[in-house]
């Protein structure tokens, strides 16, 4: 079959010299038929006459070969396809208008795809992906979170269902000695990560378990782009020295070119991880990556983990008493994924609306230039042109049209997807995304079904017959009774599209707005935060490390214009990372049970004024408050009416972190809410004294109330700090900075979204329009009858208006029913509004009858001048 077809395409590429070929050779056997019957005494012009007439013709001959190979059908199609070239030249406005249409929707629905694809539906680039899995500690199937240094020394120690499993966790470098000094995010990394995913270095080697022994000297691997970055390329990376938090970092090895993001943990610098000796379960923050053993499953694995758990549990019981938390292992694609499928599955389906919006858009047209051909079809028809010949050169428009579509769209969809790390800077798995081969073939696909769709009410049409009829209803009354309806429910169909669509944006839109009007609870029109890393090599212990935070709160305050300067281990509003468990003494958890939690910032006693937090009840934390004094607490006043509703919180106490062996903390003072964990999210907060803290804290964020706009503080503070060290590295930003990046993705989402909801309003806006203003074309004669009978304009403005809305209303009755199912994808994206809120359908549904409204009485305005007398004579 294959090589029949092919035999074909060369007979079609080659078919002028196949055609010179077989007239040659029937010319040399008349030739030989002349030559025999002027042998047997023929006259030579009556031999060549009978010779030609038992021939029957050459042209005859190669018809007939045509037909037998195949050629033929092949031809016709180029034909077509020429003549569909030709005749979209000639008719610009429409093909510049369709081809348009559909390359933008045809475009973005590749991008997204093309995000989808690599997102969600990608293998991992790791050999035998299925294989890695993340592990986590849980205690229900919603409350799930990380591991602590107990936790991963269990589980190095004993693994039987794991061929490989390490741990990592985020941190940050203080880089130095090379330019300025910078801040850089990092990871720590034991050997067993990059064994349990499979990678290699490209130039040196990758961390081994000898480099995370406490007397091992410091050793990172870099990623390809840091390295040539500062080293010109990965190999004359190898042996060069980093100066990290003050301590020299050898670099031993560089991983391949592009690989920067790694089970999800996208950094620069990957130091190997030296784990401390550890003095309770907690604190976690670690991430455990396993690789399973071949044809252990993740439920085998989930086995062996829980009595894992249950043999760690009494060791720690003193200071963990959770004893229904677990490990649990999920594959490791859908813990890198989260909860972004969400997003893209809402993106996805307003991309596909928007394209369904489109095709039904354009085969409106499709069907509108078709009646106005039906002279053409018909005359075809008369001249002995089959039905299959006339739809195949509907069909063939069609196809032409959309292919220029899909060119246009794959060039927008290569500018998107490249602009895709701007737009959408922490999807994940998007990083570097290109166009691919699949994303192609998807669009070329889609262009083709599009193709087809576009052309399918036409061609049925003509297959069916019915041509002659169509022409004289045509000719009567502006098209038959089918043709409306068809061009009516493509309409329709466009508006019950276009309502979910609208509907999402609306209530994104108005989430959003509700978000910008959250209180964060501090004014960050006056506040500066500045993000400070001690290094270790300088500041070696908490003594040393105290007395700079310290001296530094000191030295930024005497900054004149400076009202207040205070510290924090966690700056709102997004950043939940400080979180601490614990149990009231007044109302215990039940023995075995799960101890709450809450955000436990560290903090300075002129954090509160630098915030501008009032105080409610109490006292703040003071100097006052050191080691040796009893430890305190300042909590928020959401968390004191959750935990003590109808008590005095005040004099409460209560045990942090599960240590049972240490001095409860007492509640001193009760301050306003900070929204620590998103703007979503409740004001609960719990803080205590940096002084108060053991071990040492060398991250932390300067808050600094200004008298002036904040930006014209930025370099005398920067420079109040490195009169006491000259090589901190420092990171300054005003506080609405913070509250910026954390309205970022939902104001991007909300943008996209409304852009495609807008795209979706103006094409069905389009559609109705051109089908009102068809309309009132085709019944130009009976419009101008109605006018000269008496008829009132406004009637006949009436009349158009009221077809059109009839059309819009159907549409968007049938929309708000499938904006009902979507009600549960979105419901989990918003905040402040409910996904069936009644004001936004209500609003919705009137900006679509105010688009179809105007859409429709422009034709109207039209229909209403038309001029009766002109009108008769012109038919």
């Given at each position: 079959?294959?090589?029949?077809?092919?035999?074909?395409?060369?007979?079609?590429?080659?078919?002028?010299?196949?055609?010179?070929?077989?007239?040659?050779?029937?010319?040399?056997?008349?030739?030989?038929?002349?030559?025999?019957?002027?042998?047997?005494?023929?006259?030579p012009?009556?031999?060549?006459?009978?010779?030609?007439?038992?021939?029957?013709?050459?042209?005859?001959?190669?018809?007939?070969?045509?037909?037998?190979?195949?050629?033929?059908?092949l031809?016709?199609?180029?034909?077509?396809?020429?003549?569909?070239?030709?005749?979209?030249?000639?008719?610009?406005?429409?093909?510049?208008?369709?081809?348009?249409?559909?390359?933008?929707?045809?475009?973005?629905?590749?991008?997204?795809?093309?995000?989808?694809?690599?997102?969600?539906l990608?293998?991992?680039?790791?050999?035998?992906?299925?294989?890695?899995?993340?592990?986590?500690?849980?205690?229900?199937?919603?409350?799930?979170?990380?591991?602590?240094?107990?936790?991963?020394?269990?589980?190095?120690?004993?693994?039987?269902?794991?061929?490989a499993?390490?741990?990592?966790?985020?941190?940050?470098?203080?880089?130095?000695?090379?330019?300025?000094?910078?801040?850089?995010?990092?990871?720590?990394?034991?050997?067993?990560?990059?064994?349990?995913l499979?990678?290699?270095?490209?130039?040196?080697?990758?961390?081994?378990?000898?480099?995370?022994?406490?007397?091992?000297?410091?050793?990172?691997?870099?990623?390809?782009?840091?390295?040539?970055?500062?080293f010109?390329?990965?190999?004359?990376?190898?042996?060069?020295?980093?100066?990290?938090?003050?301590?020299?970092?050898?670099?031993?090895?560089?991983?391949?070119?592009?690989?920067?993001?790694?089970?999800?943990?996208?950094?620069?610098?990957w130091?190997?991880?030296?784990?401390?000796?550890p003095?309770?379960?907690?604190p976690?923050?670690?991430?455990?990556?396993?690789?399973?053993?071949?044809?252990?499953?993740?439920?085998?694995?989930?086995?062996?983990?829980?009595?894992?758990?249950?043999?760690?549990?009494?060791?720690?019981?003193?200071?963990?008493?959770?004893?229904?938390?677990?490990?649990?292992?999920?594959?490791?694609?859908?813990?890198?994924?989260?909860?972004?499928?969400?997003?893209?599955?809402?993106?996805?389906?307003?991309?596909?609306?928007?394209?369904?919006?489109?095709?039904?858009?354009?085969?409106?047209?499709?069907?509108?230039?078709?009646?106005?051909?039906?002279?053409?079809?018909?005359?075809?028809?008369?001249?002995?042109?089959?039905?299959r010949?006339?739809?195949?050169?509907?069909?063939?428009?069609?196809?032409?049209?959309?292919?220029?579509?899909?060119?246009?769209?794959?060039?927008?969809?290569?500018?998107?997807?490249?602009?895709?790390?701007?737009?959408?800077?922490?999807?994940p798995?998007?990083?570097?995304?290109?166009?691919?081969?699949?994303?192609?073939?998807?669009?070329?696909?889609?262009?083709?079904?599009?193709?087809?769709?576009?052309?399918?009410?036409?061609?049925?049409?003509?297959?069916?017959?019915?041509?002659?009829?169509?022409?004289?209803?045509?000719?009567?009354?502006?098209?038959?009774?089918?043709?409306?309806?068809?061009?009516?429910?493509?309409?329709?169909?466009?508006?019950a599209?276009?309502?979910?669509?609208?509907?999402?944006?609306?209530?994104?839109?108005?989430?959003?707005?509700?978000?910008?009007?959250?209180?964060?609870?501090?004014?960050?029109?006056?506040?500066?935060?500045?993000?400070?890393?001690?290094?270790?090599?300088?500041?070696?212990?908490?003594?040393?490390?105290?007395?700079?935070?310290?001296?530094?709160v000191?030295?930024?305050?005497q900054?004149?214009?400076?009202?207040?300067?205070?510290?924090?281990?966690?700056?709102?509003?997004?950043?939940?990372?400080?979180?601490?468990?614990?149990?009231?003494?007044a109302?215990?958890?039940?023995?075995?049970?799960?101890?709450?939690?809450?955000?436990?910032?560290?903090?300075?006693?002129?954090?509160?004024?630098?915030?501008?937090?009032?105080?409610?009840?109490?006292?703040?934390?003071?100097?006052?408050?050191?080691?040796?004094?009893?430890?305190?607490?300042?909590?928020?006043?959401?968390?004191?009416?959750?935990?003590?509703?109808?008590?005095?919180?005040?004099?409460?106490?209560?045990?942090?972190?599960?240590?049972?062996?240490?001095?409860?903390?007492v509640?001193?003072?009760?301050?306003?809410?900070?929204?620590?964990?998103?703007?979503?999210?409740?004001?609960?907060g719990?803080?205590?004294?940096?002084?108060?803290?053991?071990?040492?804290?060398r991250?932390?964020?300067?808050?600094?109330?200004?008298?002036?706009?904040?930006?014209?503080?930025?370099?005398?503070?920067?420079?109040?700090?490195?009169?006491?060290?000259?090589q901190?590295p420092?990171?300054?930003?005003?506080?609405?900075?913070?509250?910026?990046?954390?309205?970022?993705?939902?104001?991007?989402?909300?943008?996209?979204?409304?852009?495609?909801?807008?795209t979706?309003?103006?094409?069905?806006?389009?559609?109705?329009?051109?089908?009102?203003?068809?309309?009132?074309?085709?019944?130009r004669?009976?419009?101008?009858?109605?006018?000269?009978?008496?008829?009132?304009?406004?009637?006949?403005?009436?009349?158009?208006?009221?077809?059109?809305?009839?059309?819009?209303?159907?549409?968007?009755?049938?929309?708000?029913?499938?904006?009902?199912?979507?009600?549960?994808?979105?419901?989990?994206?918003l905040?402040?509004?409910?996904?069936?809120d009644?004001?936004?359908?209500?609003?919705?549904?009137?900006?679509l009858?105010g688009?179809?409204?105007?859409?429709?009485?422009?034709?109207?305005?039209?229909?209403?001048?038309?001029?009766?007398?002109?009108?008769?004579?012109s038919?």
């Amino acid at each position: 079959m294959l090589t029949d077809l092919l035999e074909r395409v060369r007979a079609l590429v080659f078919g002028r010299r196949w055609s010179q070929d077989l007239d040659e050779e029937m010319r040399f056997h008349l030739e030989q038929e002349v030559a025999a019957r002027v042998r047997g005494g023929a006259d030579p012009e009556e031999a060549r006459r009978d010779a030609l007439l038992a021939f029957g013709g050459v042209d005859r001959y190669q018809e007939e070969t045509r037909d037998s190979t195949g050629v033929r059908p092949l031809q016709d199609l180029t034909a077509d396809l020429r003549f569909a070239l030709r005749s979209l030249r000639r008719n610009p406005g429409f093909t510049a208008t369709a081809t348009g249409v559909l390359g933008l929707a045809i475009g973005a629905t590749a991008a997204v795809f093309c995000v989808v694809h690599a997102v969600l539906l990608a293998d991992l680039p790791y050999p035998h992906p299925d294989r890695l899995v993340r592990i986590y500690n849980q205690n229900s199937p919603r409350n799930i979170w990380s591991l602590s240094v107990v936790d991963l020394q269990a589980l190095q120690d004993d693994h039987q269902a794991f061929d490989a499993f390490g741990g990592v966790r985020f941190t940050s470098f203080a880089l130095s000695g090379v330019g300025d000094p910078e801040q850089l995010r990092g990871t720590r990394v034991s050997a067993g990560f990059f064994s349990a995913l499979g990678v290699a270095a490209a130039s040196g080697r990758l961390t081994t378990p000898a480099d995370e022994t406490p007397a091992a000297a410091p050793v990172v691997v870099l990623t390809d782009a840091f390295a040539r970055g500062h080293f010109g390329s990965g190999p004359a990376a190898i042996g060069k020295i980093l100066t990290l938090d003050g301590l020299p970092y050898s670099v031993v090895g560089v991983l391949p070119r592009g690989v920067d993001d790694l089970a999800g943990f996208r950094a620069p610098i990957w130091a190997a991880l030296k784990l401390p000796t550890p003095t309770r379960r907690g604190p976690f923050g670690y991430a455990g990556i396993a690789r399973l053993k071949p044809g252990v499953t993740v439920a085998d694995a989930g086995q062996e983990l829980r009595a894992l758990a249950q043999r760690v549990f009494p060791q720690w019981q003193a200071s963990f008493q959770d004893q229904n938390a677990r490990y649990s292992a999920f594959e490791l694609r859908r813990t890198i994924i989260g909860d972004s499928y969400r997003q893209l599955a809402l993106f996805g389906g307003a991309v596909v609306l928007v394209l369904l919006v489109a095709i039904a858009n354009v085969a409106t047209l499709m069907l509108v230039r078709a009646a106005a051909r039906a002279h053409e079809l018909s005359v075809r028809a008369t001249l002995g042109a089959s039905r299959r010949r006339l739809a195949r050169l509907v069909l063939s428009e069609g196809l032409v049209l959309t292919a220029g579509a899909t060119i246009a769209g794959l060039g927008l969809a290569a500018l998107a997807v490249r602009g895709i790390g701007t737009i959408a800077p922490d999807l994940p798995r998007a990083n570097g995304l290109t166009l691919d081969a699949v994303t192609v073939l998807v669009a070329l696909g889609l262009g083709t079904v599009s193709g087809v769709l576009i052309s399918l009410s036409p061609v049925v049409a003509v297959l069916r017959g019915s041509l002659a009829a169509w022409k004289s209803d045509l000719r009567r009354s502006g098209g038959s009774r089918e043709s409306h309806t068809v061009r009516g429910i493509l309409v329709s169909t466009e508006f019950a599209l276009a309502v979910p669509l609208l509907l999402a944006a609306a209530l994104l839109g108005s989430s959003f707005l509700r978000l910008q009007q959250v209180n964060p609870g501090y004014d960050p029109d006056r506040g500066l935060s500045v993000v400070l890393n001690l290094p270790a090599s300088r500041y070696p212990d908490s003594a040393a490390a105290l007395t700079f935070w310290r001296n530094a709160v000191a030295r930024v305050a005497q900054t004149p214009g400076v009202v207040a300067a205070g510290l924090t281990t966690s700056p709102p509003p997004d950043n939940g990372g400080d979180v601490n468990n614990f149990d009231l003494l007044a109302h215990p958890v039940a023995p075995g049970g799960a101890q709450p939690v809450a955000p436990w910032p560290v903090v300075s006693p002129g954090f509160f004024a630098a915030l501008g937090l009032p105080l409610l009840e109490g006292r703040l934390m003071t100097e006052a408050d050191t080691a040796v004094s009893s430890p305190v607490l300042v909590v928020s006043r959401s968390w004191a009416n959750h935990y003590f509703p109808n008590e005095p919180v005040v004099g409460q106490r209560l045990i942090s972190g599960g240590c049972t062996t240490c001095p409860p903390d007492v509640v001193v003072g009760v301050v306003g809410d900070v929204k620590y964990l998103g703007l979503a999210g409740n004001g609960e907060g719990v803080y205590t004294p940096l002084a108060q803290q053991q071990g040492v804290f060398r991250n932390a964020t300067l808050i600094v109330r200004t008298s002036a706009a904040p930006e014209s503080f930025i370099r005398p503070v920067t420079e109040a700090l490195r009169s006491l060290d000259p090589q901190l590295p420092l990171a300054a930003a005003p506080l609405r900075e913070g509250l910026r990046q954390a309205l970022a993705d939902p104001g991007r989402w909300t943008r996209i979204l409304s852009a495609l909801a807008v795209t979706a309003l103006g094409l069905s806006a389009l559609g109705i329009f051109g089908l009102m203003s068809y309309v009132v074309r085709r019944q130009r004669r009976e419009i101008g009858v109605r006018l000269a009978l008496g008829a009132e304009p406004s009637r006949i403005i009436g009349m158009i208006v009221g077809r059109g809305m009839r059309y819009v209303a159907a549409g968007t009755v049938v929309g708000l029913g499938l904006a009902l199912l979507e009600a549960r994808w979105i419901g989990a994206l918003l905040y402040g509004v409910a996904p069936r809120d009644p004001v936004t359908i209500l609003s919705v549904t009137l900006l679509l009858a105010g688009a179809a409204l105007v859409a429709c009485i422009v034709p109207g305005l039209k229909a209403a001048r038309i001029r009766p007398l002109e009108a008769i004579a012109s038919e």
